[in-house]
């Protein structure tokens, strides 16, 4: 195997183990946390975001410091298996779809997670929060959606074995 495909190799698996802890993460984060959250509004967000220490340790885990550890990998993975025929359509699919989720986080639903969840709904007024709230949701679950058909791309990818290409 030549070089540039043992680098691939070793930059697929750790893109498949960080986006496993991503969509591991997302899940739980919308089975578990999110109705804990969300419950009463806004006596729940309140109570979630100020009274606990949610911002400080996921956030920071899931949130900007952790991006570099998820996509540096991924666009090394489809620099360096270019050359993979078999591998060069998903590795593609799965950048355009992390990039779109990289994206659309940043541009928009930090805004909104900068008034939910650090400012605990700020002085809003509830109906504003509720909105906001279903923004957040409808935000949440496309990013996740676009996120899984990238994350089962490098899955499939994964599959396939990286040959030698013919001389």
Not at 95 to 121: D, E, K, S
């Given at each position: 195997?030549?070089?540039?495909?043992?680098?691939?190799?070793?930059?697929?698996?750790?893109?498949?183990?960080?986006?496993?802890?991503?969509?591991?993460?997302?899940?739980?984060?919308?089975?578990?946390?999110?109705?804990?959250?969300?419950?009463?509004?806004?006596?729940?967000?309140?109570?979630?975001?100020?009274?606990?220490?949610?911002?400080?340790?996921?956030?920071?885990?899931?949130?900007?410091?952790?991006?570099?550890?998820?996509?540096?990998?991924?666009?090394?993975?489809?620099?360096?298996?270019?050359?993979?025929?078999?591998?060069?359509?998903?590795?593609?699919?799965?950048?355009?779809?992390?990039?779109?989720?990289?994206?659309?986080?940043?541009?928009?639903?930090?805004?909104?997670?900068?008034?939910?969840?650090?400012?605990?709904?700020?002085?809003?007024?509830?109906?504003?929060?509720?909105?906001?709230?279903?923004?957040?949701?409808?935000?949440?679950?496309?990013?996740?959606?676009?996120?899984?058909?990238?994350?089962?791309?490098?899955l499939r990818a994964l599959n396939i074995p990286?040959?030698?290409?013919?001389?």
């Amino acid at each position: 195997m030549s070089t540039k495909n043992t680098i691939t190799v070793v930059l697929l698996w750790i893109s498949v183990i960080v986006w496993s802890i991503w969509f591991g993460g997302t899940i739980y984060q919308m089975l578990v946390i999110e109705p804990i959250w969300s419950d009463s509004l806004p006596q729940s967000l309140y109570g979630f975001f100020k009274g606990t220490s949610w911002n400080h340790n996921v956030l920071h885990f899931f949130g900007p410091y952790w991006m570099p550890v998820r996509f540096l990998p991924l666009y090394g993975m489809l620099f360096f298996g270019w050359g993979l025929p078999a591998h060069r359509s998903l590795f593609i699919i799965t950048a355009i779809c992390m990039t779109f989720v990289l994206l659309f986080t940043l541009i928009y639903v930090y805004p909104i997670n900068a008034v939910l969840f650090t400012q605990a709904g700020g002085d809003h007024s509830v109906e504003e929060i509720r909105a906001m709230l279903h923004r957040w949701i409808i935000a949440d679950r496309a990013r996740f959606g676009v996120g899984c058909i990238g994350y089962l791309a490098l899955l499939r990818a994964l599959n396939i074995p990286i040959v030698r290409p013919a001389p």
